[in-house]
């Protein structure tokens, strides 16, 4: 454990702040990693039958955290202004994910398909929202 001691509450703040987006960053590289492994189709390669599955089996994220992540992974790849949001902290993984699924789930089940303008208004109107 970090000794906090010689931290002022002011420094404690603002080192912290520094992390979060550090770790923002990190998330919105880890989405590129995945859509590069995703198309090599990599995780065939090393022997998993799904992106998901090498993200579970190999990488060790839990089946949500790992659906998340690939699910923001292909709305950040169609909407770079949803990657923005996400390394922003204006939108969070979870609402990038259900963004996504929402449009999957509308275009199979109801055959409607959303313009890449209308896409991107939803991500604007749901910054800030969880």
């Not at 080192?15 to 995703?38: G, H, N, P, Y």
């Not at 998993?48 to 998340?68: K, M, P």
């Not at 909407?79 to 789930?105: C, H, M, N, Y």
Request: neutral net charge; charged residues 30%; aromatic residues 10%.
């Amino acid at each position: 454990m970090k000794n906090f001691k010689n931290y002022s509450d002011h420094e404690l703040i603002q080192a912290v702040k520094l992390r979060v987006a550090e770790e923002r960053a990190a998330t919105c590289d880890i989405l590129d990693f995945l859509f590069e492994i995703q198309n090599r189709l990599l995780f065939a390669s090393t022997g998993f039958s799904s992106l998901h599955e090498f993200c579970v089996r190999e990488l060790g994220y839990s089946d949500g955290a790992a659906y998340r992540r690939i699910s923001a992974m292909k709305l950040a790849r169609e909407l770079p202004v949803a990657k923005s949001a996400i390394e922003d902290g204006k939108l969070s993984l979870t609402t990038a994910s259900t963004l996504q699924s929402f449009f999957e789930r509308e275009n199979k089940e109801r055959k409607k398909s959303y313009s890449v303008e209308e896409k991107s208004q939803l991500v604007a109107e749901l910054q800030g929202k969880s």
